[in-house]
């Protein structure tokens, strides 16, 4: 079971990234997934997460209407396009399978930089 992440980097505020993270070793398509970040000294939080169907679409308040998470799972890849990056976006930012059976497998971390 392994979730390999790619995308991130440095942006200057209001800029725009996009992450990627691809599954391997179980059936993705059943799974929702998840986004999370973690800034220094803080905890790990929710950003996206979307069903396995995509039917479903949760976001934190604190990105909505800026992010959009998506998937594809014939490729068994799930994207969040971070749009109107704010400095307060900085963080390492995780992917997550959520479900049954529990995986308890994070993706390796990607490092999100948003600074002028």
């Known amino acids: 079971v392994q979730l390999v992440q790619s995308g991130g980097g440095s942006v200057q505020p209001g800029g725009s990234l996009r992450l990627s993270c691809t599954a391997s070793?179980?059936?993705?398509?059943?799974?929702?997934m998840r986004w999370y970040r973690q800034a220094p000294g803080n905890e790990r939080e929710l950003v996206a997460a979307i069903t396995s169907g995509g039917d479903r679409i949760d976001y934190a308040r604190a990105v909505e209407g800026r992010f959009a998470i998506s998937r594809d799972n014939a490729r068994n890849t799930v994207y969040l396009q971070m749009n109107s990056l704010k400095p307060e976006d900085t963080a390492v930012y995780y992917c997550?399978?959520?479900?049954?059976?529990?995986?308890?497998?994070w993706g390796q971390g990607t490092q999100v930089t948003v600074s002028s």
């Open positions: 070793g179980f059936t993705f398509s059943a799974y929702t």
């Open positions: 997550y399978a959520a479900g049954t059976p529990n995986l308890n497998t």
